[in-house]
């Protein structure tokens, strides 16, 4: 059996420890190394070349965001799994632009993680429950004060399916073969999609389907 | 005692510094502490800076003395959490206890002593036109009498000048009729001369009793030369006439007008004494004004140098009480820019302690307990139940200790940067309350540094907390802009306003006091029921 290679990075050693322990009752799992810092969590990566980097975003040195901008340069395969203890927007996106493909509450982690792992490894995102709570209510409320209408009423039912497809992950490539479409119409709606939403780039796009509880 | 009390209280907090145990063992007894503050006031004289003042609630004031500017350094920083409410009772040395400015009583003289003279020169100006008028009620009265001697005297003598006449022109009269006249006439002229006699002032002077006397006796000689004329006949006047002139009338004609001339001599005499008498009363009148007035100018010479070195004394008092304010004010300063400055370190030292000590142990429990829930067999749902309160209270407990070390540190600041975590700070005032926050920012560096950014972020929390507490508002707008120039910071909010120049609380006095600091400008535009707007400006080259 392939074994997944995991790098864990949190300041806290008894985190760690607890995080080491979930990760290493997976018979496919393994935990390859233990950072402390992000400076040391970039270098490690570059030496140890892990599947999947469990990060946390509060760290001296290098906070985990730079760290997982780094990391995704440096090695584009290395999945990020982001641990953060604020379910807001701003960290989210930030996250997410960084390169991070799935984002848990600390308080969460050690229920999500497999799961978290396991998604991202695939190409998926994840995030935990109660960030996609965070983002809808908080979504809800700004179009409520507002009085704006949701923009989501806007897409048309296959841009909503392009839409779902490309935050959980999948190329325009994959998209175009799921639907039967081609890829220069996969792109068009995308494009469409973007300029409804008023989003600017896949991170964006990504957030905005967690806090429309289209994926989680 | 209650300031004892009242610095426990303050020093509870505080205790685990060790410098609140030092203060409160040194203030233990009021001995100890009558010692404590006598040295300080000795110090005072080096160093007002010593002694600090504290307040709790109104009244209660006591000095804690600190014997080093060390001490109190480590004192300042030790209190770092100082209740906010206290600091601005912290008052500075030298505002207090000062002596009274010139007492009254001094003011009360140099009032009295203006009135005095006042009143002098007021008394020497009647005294003046008193003695004036007396002055020339005497020279009228002078006058008078002197008129009324020297006119009768001068009235007999041409009178008797006139009979003597008289005579002379009877003597050589050829006309009949001249005769008969000539008896009338000088019974008449006679009888002129005796009533004037007769109506002559009762007093006289011893020389005027000679003349007079003389001019009687010559008018008597007259009469009697006269009288054997009157029955002469016309052939024996026209015979012995010119003998008789020459023998008799005129010589007794040269008399008259020697007499006469004595009288006018007695009469310049009389003027010459009248006015002396008078110029003597004027030189005394001149000598007691003179007097009187060198009186008055002594007494406002002296005034004048009392109150010129009055006006001295309180000018040297102002110029001392602007000085000693201007130290204190500018200590004040200094002393609340350093609270913030403490405040700010010991918040980011509690909080890290906080995430790292607490947050950390209690991260681990709920990771243990995961653990533990996990390996619970699936026959006890007793304990699965106990084990899952456990991860619940654990949970809680984390996200107090979260919020605490939030609010005493923005860490996002150093997670995400200073818009993020203003825009972090915007969505959670909007899901506390009832007020859309919205986060603008223009090219804004991320290279700002540190105490700017903490300073800029206070400044939000503040006037976004503020607004969403007090203001009911229901949109707030932030923008941060940075230009070649400067830095500025806008928050808006479409509350009810307040006046600015009235409400001053602590949350705006603590904004100004970090502008400030840094070198930038504070403003708040707000007027009852027209919104507010918070503006701070750092300048570019502060930066």
New interface residues.
């Given amino acids: 059996m392939k074994t997944l290679r995991v790098l864990l990075a949190d300041d806290h050693k008894l985190i760690r420890a607890g995080l080491a322990l979930v990760v290493e009752q997976q018979p496919d799992l393994s935990v390859v190394g233990e950072a402390d810092d992000g400076r040391q969590a970039v270098e490690m990566v570059k030496s140890l070349k892990p599947e999947v980097v469990v990060m946390d975003i509060g760290m001296p040195n290098l906070n985990g965001i730079e760290a997982a901008r780094q990391i995704t340069q440096i090695r584009p395969d290395t999945a990020v799994v982001m641990l953060s203890m604020h379910a807001d927007e701003g960290y989210v996106l930030r996250a997410l632009k960084a390169g991070a493909r799935a984002y848990l509450l600390k308080d969460s982690a050690t229920t999500d993680l497999v799961q978290a792992i396991r998604a991202v490894v695939e190409g998926k995102s994840f995030f935990s429950p109660a960030v996609s709570r965070v983002l809808l209510q908080d979504y809800m409320r700004k179009l409520q004060r507002s009085g704006a209408e949701d923009s989501y009423d806007l897409l048309s039912p296959r841009e909503r399916e392009v839409l779902q497809l490309v935050a959980e992950g999948k190329s325009n490539k994959e998209v175009a073969n799921l639907l039967n479409l081609s890829t220069y119409t996969v792109e068009t709606h995308r494009a469409r999609i973007m300029q409804k939403l008023n989003l600017k780039g896949v991170p964006e796009l990504i957030l905005y389907a967690v806090r429309k509880g289209i994926i989680s | 005692m209650p300031a004892l009390r009242g610095i426990s209280w303050f020093l509870g907090a505080h205790q685990r510094t060790g410098m609140g145990d030092c203060l409160e063992n040194a203030l233990s007894s009021r001995a100890q502490r009558r010692t404590l503050l006598w040295s300080v006031k000795q110090r005072k004289r080096e160093d007002q800076s010593a002694i600090l003042r504290y307040a709790q609630n109104d009244r209660v004031f006591t000095e804690l003395p600190c014997a080093q500017e060390s001490d109190l350094m480590k004192f300042w920083g030790s209190c770092a959490a100082i209740p906010r409410e206290v600091l601005p009772l912290v008052s500075m040395p030298g505002l207090k206890n000062e002596d009274p400015l010139p007492s009254k009583k001094l003011r009360l003289a140099l009032l009295l002593s203006f009135g005095g003279l006042l009143a002098l020169m007021v008394i020497a100006g009647l005294e003046a036109l008193r003695l004036a008028r007396q002055l020339h009620a005497q020279e009228e009265d002078i006058r008078r009498t002197l008129l009324a001697h020297s006119q009768p005297l001068l009235v007999l003598s041409s009178s008797i000048c006139v009979y003597n006449d008289q005579v002379q022109e009877y003597l050589l009269s050829q006309d009949p009729q001249a005769e008969a006249r000539a008896a009338e006439e000088f019974s008449r002229l006679s009888g002129e001369i005796n009533s004037t006699l007769s109506k002559y002032p009762e007093t006289r002077q011893p020389e005027e009793r000679v003349l007079l006397e003389s001019l009687q006796r010559l008018f008597a000689e007259q009469q009697g030369m006269v009288n054997p004329v009157l029955s002469w006949s016309r052939e024996e006047r026209h015979k012995q006439a010119w003998r008789f002139l020459h023998e008799q009338i005129l010589p007794e004609q040269a008399r008259i007008y020697a007499t006469s001339e004595k009288i006018a001599v007695w009469n310049s005499h009389q003027l010459d004494a009248a006015d002396h008498a008078l110029f003597a009363s004027f030189s005394d009148l001149q000598a007691r004004q003179s007097r009187l007035l060198a009186l008055a100018l002594a007494a406002g010479l002296v005034l004048s140098l009392a109150s010129a070195f009055y006006l001295l004394r309180l000018e040297q008092e102002g110029q001392r009480r602007y000085q000693e304010l201007a130290r204190s004010r500018s200590e004040l300063e200094e002393l609340s820019a350093r609270l913030v400055d403490a405040q700010e370190t010991e918040r980011r030292s509690i909080s890290r302690e906080l ?2 000590e607490v ?3 209690l ?2 429990l ?3 307990v ?2 533990l829930a ?1 390996a619970i067999p699936s026959g006890a749902p007793q304990i699965k139940d106990h084990v899952d309160k456990i991860k619940a209270v654990a ?1 809680t407990a ?2 107090t200790v ?1 919020n605490i070390a939030l609010l005493l540190r923005p ?2 600041l ?3 940067g200073l818009i ?2 203003l ?2 700070q915007g ?2 005032v ?2 506390r309350s009832e007020m ?1 926050v919205e986060i603008q920012s223009a090219e804004v560096s991320e290279n700002i540094p540190d105490e700017y950014r903490i300073c800029i972020y206070r400044l939000v929390q503040e006037a976004l907390n503020n607004a969403a507490r007090h203001s009911s508002a ?1 949109n707030a707008k932030v923008t941060v802009e940075q230009t070649a120039d400067n830095i500025l910071v806008n928050v808006w909010d479409d509350g009810r306003g307040f006046d600015p120049q009235r409400v001053r609380g602590l949350g705006i006095l603590g904004m100004e006091e970090r502008v400030r600091r840094l070198g930038g400008t504070f403003t708040i535009d707000s007027k009852p029921g027209s919104g507010t707007t918070l503006r701070a400006e750092f300048p570019r080259k502060t930066l």
């Fill in positions: 995430h790292d947050g950390q142990s991260g681990a709920l990771v243990e995961g653990r996990a949970e984390v996200q979260r860490s996002m150093d997670d995400l993020a975590a825009e972090w969505r959670e909007s899901r859309e229901k």
